[in-house]
């Protein structure tokens, strides 16, 4: 069962009782220097947020990034298992998460003890998990994968070796179709890349024929037969940037729009619809963090992201085996 969506609230008493200055651009940036700090933000945060960081990207980029930080404290723009995978390649850096509500509900549909059964009943099967996971489950995996690199990486395992590909059913299936691989899925998903109209999109296209679709893989089936370029986050962005097509429908979380925008100004960008009128392309657990949060977290130095040294450990082997795999 999956958990639901967090409603995105304002902001408590107690914070709002907080001194927060006039400028949080300024200040953040003021005690950026002061705490020797990096700030790593997801595509799909707001549009200010992507603004003051140092390193945007996907999460195999954000990874990477976070690899190669130098930083005392790494400031994480995203979401809570963005900010583990961040703190298991950095153990002894200060991970800090603006608000440590904004989780994600594919990680939520893939409980650690259930798939540690799961994966009891199947002894003979790598694990392949997708980034958007627990620590847990990662400690509970043999290699990680982003979607930009996850059909590579399947490439890389021998034929004959079983695979249990968790926790997104809809990559698993994308990857099978490219790979020709018949792997286990687990059955989770993002209530951002399911809620996707086919209908509202056929309609939109209808009206913007000249636009390409271009479509994440967490996305439905019936939602990427309609898309002339499927791609990661990143894979996406410079799709956009190489093309000739001066529109584009995109399928994935709005946030991402921002930079597309950025780097394509003379372009057009046109959001996909959700099956309702909800602004649903926008992931609830991303919008949690905000300006305010951010200055706060930097300034009280909270919230921390703390694993079990165990947990951090075990999880730490399937990230550097992507990684890895992802050089290779």
């Known amino acids: 069962m999956f958990l639901t969506a967090p409603k995105v609230e304002q902001l408590d008493r107690q914070v709002l009782q907080n001194s927060i200055p006039r400028d949080l651009f300024k200040a953040i940036a003021d005690l950026k220097k002061d705490l020797n700090a990096v700030i790593l933000a997801h595509y799909y945060q707001d549009p200010d947020l992507q603004d003051i960081a140092d390193y945007i990207g996907d999460s195999l980029g954000l990874s990477q990034a976070a690899v190669n930080c130098q930083a005392d404290v790494i400031v994480f723009l995203g979401v809570h298992f963005m900010a583990e995978t961040a703190k298991i390649l950095n153990p002894n850096k200060l991970v800090l998460l603006p608000d440590l509500d904004a989780g994600c509900s594919l ?4 409980p650690p003890d259930r798939f540690a059964k799961f994966k009891a009943e199947h002894p003979d ?6 980034i958007n996971c627990s620590a847990d489950i990662k400690a509970l995996s043999d290699i990680i994968c982003t979607s930009a690199n996850a059909v590579a990486i399947v490439n890389q395992i021998p034929k004959d070796q079983p695979i249990i590909f968790a926790p997104d059913r809809n990559l698993g299936r994308y990857v099978i179709e490219q790979t020709g691989r018949d792997m286990l899925l687990w059955d989770g998903a993002c209530i951002v890349h399911e809620i996707f109209s086919e209908r509202k999109l056929v309609q939109l296209k209808l009206s913007h024929p000249e636009a390409d679709i271009i479509a994440h893989p967490e996305c439905e089936a019936n939602v990427l037969r309609h898309a002339d370029f499927i791609g990661s986050t ?7 940037q190489n093309s000739d097509r001066q529109e584009f429908i995109v399928v994935t979380e709005s946030g991402v729009i921002h930079q597309m925008q950025k780097a394509s100004p003379s372009k057009k960008f046109i959001p996909a619809p959700p099956n309702s009128n909800c602004a649903c392309n926008e992931c609830p657990y991303m919008r949690l963090n905000t300006l305010e949060k951010v200055y706060l977290a930097m300034k009280n130095r909270s919230p921390e992201i703390i694993l079990d040294e165990s947990i951090r450990q075990a999880a730490l082997k ?4 992507m990684l890895e795999m992802s050089f290779s």
Do not use: E, F, N
Request: proline fraction near 5%; charge should be positive; aromatic fraction near 10%.
């Open 107 to 110: 990680a939520d549909s893939c």
């Open 125 to 130: 099967h790598m694990v392949i998990s997708y």
């Open 234 to 240: 990143t894979g996406l962005l410079k799709y956009v």
């Open 318 to 321: 399937p990230m550097q085996r």
